[in-house]
Each structure stands twice: as C-alpha cells, then as structure tokens.
C-alpha cells in the first residue's frame, strides 16, 4: 500500500558528515542509516542523494566511559591537584558530613551532562546507593561496579562485606543497567573478601579494580617500602598483618579475581609490557581504562601508553570521578591522550572510546554502528580526520 510505503520511508533517516566513525574505521563519503534509532546500514553516500541530514566534522556511535564514580561529583574542585595518590587519598577520606541533597543534585548535574557530551553508557564505582534513582531513569546505561574493600584488615572483612552486600542489592538491572560487586584495589582488599566477592558474582559478566596507579603500590607489595605503610598509619589502620608477596600489585590481583570473568583494569600507569603479557596469559578478557586526567590530576604522569599498543591490549577510556578531574567528558580524555601521544592512530583512539568500552562492558547493541545497533549518534564538530584538539561534541541523538 503506497501510504505505508511512504510512512515507512519517512521513519528512516539518513545522515552524513565529512568523516563517519563506524566503531572500528572512518569512513568518508559516506551515509548512516537509522530507523528508530536502531542502525539499518552504512553505505558509501550517492551523487544526487536526497534527505540526507549532513554534519560538519565527524560523526559516531555514542561514547563509553568505562570509569567513573558519579557519587562523587558533590567533590568537584575540592582537592588539590598535583599532590599524589596517597595524599589525595587522605583528602578524600577525611571530608564528610556532606548535606544529602547536595550530593543527589550534583549526580543529576552530572548524570545529565555527560548524556549531552555524547556519553551511551558508563562504568560507574558505587560505594553507596546514591546514585541508584538516577540510573533507574537514565537514558544512559550504567554498568554499577559496587565496590567492596576492607582495607587488608581481616577483622573488617565481615562488617565490610555485609555493607556493601547491601548497596549491591539496591541496584537493579532494569532500565538496560547492569551491576557487578568488585574489589576496590589490590592494597586494600584481603583474600577472603576477593573470595567473597567471587561468590557474590557468580555468572556476572565483567570486573574492575583499580591497578598500578602508583609506585607506591608496586613497592608496597614487592617489599612493603614506599608510603603505604605510613598512609595506612596516618589513618589509624595496623598494617603489621601484611606480608608483601615480592610481586607488583597486580599480580596480587590475578591471584584472587575470577579468572572465567571479564576484567577491567583500572589506572595502570605503572603497568609495563610483561605485566600486560602475564595478565592476558591469565585472562583472554582483560581491558585497560585508562583515565588520563585524573592521572595528571593526582599524580601528574601518564600511562605508556607505547606498551599497550606494542602488546596489543585492548584500551578504554574512562573519565574517573569529578574528585580527580575537571569534567566528566570522554572527548576532553581523548584530547589530552592524543595531546601527549600523538603516535596513537586516531582510529585505535577513537575504538578505545566506543566499541572497545561497550565490550568491556558486554553492552552488545552500543559503541559501533553495525546493522541491528542502537548506539546513539554523537558529532565531533571541527573534525579534520585525525587531530581531535580543537573538536566540540554535540549529541544528535
Ligand atoms: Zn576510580
């Protein structure tokens, strides 16, 4: 029937741009079909193509931050940069008695900007509930990592357990989320907690812990030297139980995660080639998020970034938590990673920020536009094909 037939065609539109970003390759001359939202094709674009939606710049599946703490965007701009990861840690420790309703606003503030900075979905550490109402209603999808630690201390194990046990089951899956209960940090979770973990995760599809994001933390398991001793010290924890296993902390790790699960190393800016090569002889699941600015904003280094790619592990990006950086932005991570490692090509860069992060995450129709897909669709305006400084992103929807 011709009016179906017309109705129909109107439902799907077409779009074009100067570069399109399928996922995996850009493409020029090109055209993305969506019906609904959902992918139906990307082809090369004809001469005299009609109704084509056209962008300046570049077009791209819905960005994926695959590190994030949103209950801490309340913590914006109150600690100081530059100090290390230890200090940060007891600036953070020590700030409470935060008014509620101040920490809910800025998790919609945020939870809102990030879906308009072309943000699909995140990975986001929950140490708390409070972020659950906003998640329920989201359109981004989040994957909540209820974060458990002890602090090495076998006496806080049960205590600490049952209060994120807690937090892990005010979390649900609906609205397309997902959760998973993770370990904190090697230097801060024992291994019966890591067992219990495990347990409490039976079937879950991915992991994350923190890893390497300080010298400090290598030192601390290889010999016991470097600050951990003092920091644990300063805040009133005996760590005299400890007993350092003569390895870098990630090793630690791989002891007493799941090895069956997807893993999700976070951080890794001590992380060098063997440590890179022994966690995929461990696990063939293993992805790096990699939060450049809150790097620099701590501890003022970067990854190396030349080990990943030489051994070819699969990156993400993550934008860590407004404690640690200026803005929860996938694009401004790409800006200062590209800024310092211009050797990157910019197809890998852009893969580590949608498809490599929705596998990491098993969010199976986001990060790629492949037919059947519901990714989103974001513009990097001022996009010239490789240089992403001067790029403005804008969600089109
Ligand atoms: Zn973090």
């Known amino acids: 029937m011709p009016f179906y037939r017309k109705n129909l065609n109107n439902m799907i539109k077409k779009y074009s741009a ?34 084509v939606l056209y962008y300046e710049g570049l077009l791209l599946p819905g960005l994926i931050n695959t590190h994030c703490h949103l209950e801490l965007s ?46 699909q979905a995140v990975g986001d550490i929950s140490n708390k509930a409070d972020t659950a109402a906003t998640k329920a209603k989201s359109p981004i999808q989040y994957y909540s990592f209820i974060e458990m630690f002890d602090m090495m201390q076998a006496s806080f194990t ?37 067992e219990r973990i495990n347990r409490l995760n039976e079937g879950t599809s991915t992991i994350s812990i923190h890893n ?17 001793s003092d920091f644990y010290q300063s805040i009133g924890i005996n760590d005299e139980a400890f007993s350092p296993t003569g390895q870098p902390s990630i090793y630690y790790a791989m002891a007493h995660m799941d090895a069956a699960q997807k893993t999700l190393f976070i951080h890794n800016t001590m992380t060098t080639p063997d440590h890179i090569k022994d966690a995929y002889a461990w696990n063939k699941q293993v992805f790096w998020a990699t939060c450049a600015n809150a790097n620099l904003y701590i501890e003022n280094r970067l990854p190396d970034y030349k080990a990943f790619l030489d ?25 200062t990673i590209q800024k310092y490692n211009s050797f990157i090509p910019i197809e890998l860069l852009l893969r580590w920020a949608t498809k490599n992060g929705a596998a990491a995450l098993s969010f199976d129709t986001l990060g790629s536009f492949e037919a059947g897909k519901k990714p989103g669709l974001v513009q990097f305006k001022h996009f010239d094909g490789s240089n992403l400084q001067s790029c403005e992103v804008e969600r089109i929807f």
């Not at 609904?36 to 005299?48: N, W, Y």
């Open 74 to 119: 309340h913590l914006f701009g109150k600690v100081p940069t530059g100090t290390g990861l230890l200090p940060f840690l007891r600036h953070v420790v020590s700030m409470r008695d935060v008014d509620q309703r101040e920490v809910l606003d800025a998790i919609e503030e945020q939870n809102d900007l990030m879906w308009k900075a072309g943000i």
């Open 18 to 51: 100067d570069f399109i970003f399928d996922g995996e390759r850009l493409h020029q001359n090109a055209l993305i079909e969506f019906e609904q939202g959902i992918v139906k094709t990307l082809r090369t674009k004809e001469e005299h193509e009609e109704e």
């Open 311 to 335: 051994t070819n592990a699969t990156l993400t990006i993550g934008t860590d938590s407004l404690s640690s950086n200026w803005k929860l932005s996938i694009l401004e991570e790409l800006k």
């Open 158 to 194: 049960q205590q600490s357990y049952d209060q994120y046990e807690a937090v892990y089951h005010q979390f649900d899956r609906a609205n397309g989320n997902n959760k998973a209960a993770v370990p904190h940090a090697p230097y801060t979770v024992t291994q019966d907690l890591f």
């Open 212 to 228: 390497q994001e300080t010298a400090h933390e290598d030192q601390y398991f290889i010999n016991k030297s470097g600050g951990f």
